[in-house]
């Protein structure tokens, strides 16, 4: 069987590699993407990026680290729940205001959503 010379091969198992989509990888720490394009091998699972993929995953990154922010708050008590502030930024950003409902949605281990209900 000849190779095909414009694959991409697994350096380890020496099989052609298949473009897919990764549902969610970390280019940066802390910074995860969603539905980022890869190729895997079909043999040992290995991903690799290639140059062009590689420079998006760079842009994304930067446009999320540009729009994301966070805040740190303390966790206090008020009767028998736990409470944290919202910060005003935040607030305004969410237009949330006294008086809101919200909806908190548990995210796997990580922790929790808030979204305005």
Known sequence: MAKELNGIYCAKC?????LG???KYEYEEGYPLHNVQAYRCPK???VFFSEE???EMEARTAEVK???FGFERKVTI???SLVVGIPSELAVHLDIKQ?????IFPVAKEGFMIKPA
Do not use: D, I, W
């Open 53 to 55: 993929q590689a420079k």
């Open 14 to 18: 020496n099989v052609q590699m298949k």
């Open 99 to 103: 008086g809101t409902k919200v909806r």
């Open 78 to 80: 008020s009767g028998k």
């Open 44 to 46: 040992c699972s290995k």
């Open 21 to 23: 989509v990764l549902p």
């Open 66 to 68: 540009e729009y994301s």
